[in-house]
């Protein structure tokens, strides 16, 4: 059994950093004390309410403060923190609780109908939690320790599976990312939800950076002007906003937040290019991570080697062992594309349930299965050629998407690209190309650039254009509705 408890690290921090800022939202500021103690507090309450020890009990509240909170008073309690997206709708937060065995959830708003117990974290919460002791709850030594996450994720694709994480290989991820590069303080904007902002907000705290939560809806502008007014000195973000920002700054002679530390996009590939423009744009320290949910970080890609080798996700990080793998397990040699398979101290522990998927996030074996296919060469460079759930089969032919998207990309009528395949047929799938176009764009040009880039097997033979392509809170896009929206058109 682990000895570790997050809840005791945090009593830690407290104790090293008591007066310092831990963290900041609309609604709460709280120092490194103050987060232990009002965790503390919570958790007597949620006592009351009935979480005990061992049992799975979701968040879902906006204020991404009061979360980090909510989930140190899980920890004090002994049990497991699942996060849920706060944007889900009755019935899907009623399914979650029902197949990962929620005891609880805990939301900021009245769900009417919810087919599960609901504990409302509202504006009366603060007054209510004062009445109870402020000193730490329990010891680890007190207590059986659960995981300390169930993410639940989907990719982009079919229902959610549960992966768990418990405290001692968290504490490894939360350590280990990064290199400690955040300086005094973190801007995160994304949701808790997603595994990427988790470990990014934990990897500052332990650091004694200061996070400030910038709420999740907001436009480039607001998020610009919050990072020079707020002075971070790092900002988290997903390729969504790293181009909603590229496209802001217009052309300029010189970074416009030249006074970041870093700047990290997390949860999504990127084109080369984009990853050169935000360099040359946004923040000269810009860099990319890649990980999964499933296994940690993998990769990350910064300095000289983002402007040598922006076509790759970077070198595999030293505590990382990573293979390339056929469908049959057998290693490949470098250069050549197959799964990608890593085993790592911060992989996750189990799947929930032991759900199983023929694509995607998995663990075999002792490895874990982030679901990606890409290359790697002798210098260590992973270079990700797409998911595997995305591979199209046409004619006989392995097509990936980013190969096509990366051709139509070149195209300057078009902002945005999304391949997926569609319709089997008896050779195979078809191809349809979804686009956003940044101009006037024909069908015609578009299919006179793709034959004089792609072979004819690898050619899209449907083009959509949209307005925008859908995507989840980790900034991926969500392939599935692009397919059944060519499903609803026929």
């Known amino acids: 059994m682990n000895s570790i408890n997050l809840a005791d690290v945090f009593v830690g921090l407290a104790s090293r950093w008591p007066d310092r800022n831990a963290i900041i939202s609309q609604h709460l500021t709280l120092s490194y004390s103050q987060l232990v103690a009002r965790a503390a507090q919570s958790a007597r309450e949620l006592r009351l309410r009935g979480i005990v020890a061992e049992a799975e009990v979701g968040i879902s509240i906006r204020d991404s403060a009061e979360t980090v909170v909510l989930m140190v008073a899980m920890w004090m309690l002994g049990a497991t923190a699942v996060p849920i997206d706060f944007r889900t709708n009755t019935a899907e937060r009623s399914r979650l609780a029902r197949e990962f065995d929620m005891i609880a959830i805990l939301e900021d708003r009245q769900i009417p109908a919810a087919a599960y117990e609901s504990i409302l974290i509202d504006a009366s919460w603060s007054s209510l939690i004062a009445r109870h002791d402020k000193s730490p709850l329990w010891t680890s030594t007190e207590r059986p320790i659960a995981a300390a996450f169930i993410s639940l994720t989907s990719g982009t694709t079919g229902r959610p599976i549960g992966i768990v994480l418990d405290h001692e290989r968290a504490l490894f991820r939360f350590n280990s990312d990064l290199s400690g590069r955040f300086g005094a303080s973190l801007l995160n904007p994304l949701p808790l939800s997603f595994s990427g902002s988790r470990t990014f907000t934990f990897s500052a705290l332990l650091r004694g950076s200061t996070v400030f939560f910038h709420p999740v809806l907001f436009s480039p502008q607001e998020l610009a002007e919050a990072i020079r007014a707020w002075k971070v000195t ?62 940690g970080a993998i990769s990350s890609l910064y300095g000289s080697d983002l402007e040598a080798r922006a076509d790759t996700v970077g070198r595999v990080e030293p505590f990382v062992v990573l293979q390339i793998v056929d469908a049959d397990d057998k290693i490949l040699p470098l250069g050549e594309a197959g799964f990608v398979r890593v085993r790592s101290p911060a992989m996750a522990r189990a799947i929930y349930g032991e759900s199983t998927r ?133």
């Not at 790092?234 to 010189?254: F, N």
């Not at 995607?360 to 002792?366: A, E, V």
């Not at 899209?460 to 058109?489: H, W, Y």
Request: glycine share 10%.
């Open 358 to 490: 023929a694509s995607g996030d998995k663990l075999k074996q002792g490895w874990a299965y982030p679901g990606d296919i890409g290359t790697i060469d002798e210098g260590g460079f992973l270079r990700l050629v797409g998911r595997s759930s995305d591979l199209i089969i046409r004619g006989g032919v392995n097509v990936h998407p980013s190969e096509v998207e990366a051709a139509i990309a070149e195209h300057e009528g078009v902002r945005e690209v999304a391949v997926v395949g569609f319709a089997k047929l008896p050779e195979g799938e078809e191809i349809a190309a979804f686009v956003v176009p940044s101009g006037n764009l024909t069908e015609a040009s578009l299919v006179a650039h793709c034959r004089a880039r792609l072979s004819s097997d690898k050619r899209p033979r449907k083009f959509a254009f949209v307005t925008e392509l859908p995507r989840n809170a980790s900034g991926k896009i969500s392939r599935e509705k692009l397919r059944q929206n060519l499903d609803s058109a026929g």
């Open 234 to 295: 790092s900002v988290c973000a997903v390729p969504t906003i790293i181009r909603s920002l590229v496209e802001l700054s217009g052309e300029r002679s010189a970074p416009v937040f030249d006074k970041l530390d870093a700047l990290y996009c997390l949860g999504a590939p990127m084109f080369a290019e984009e990853k050169l423009q935000a360099k040359t744009a946004l923040c000269n320290n810009f860099s990319q991570t890649y990980g999964s949910s499933i296994s």
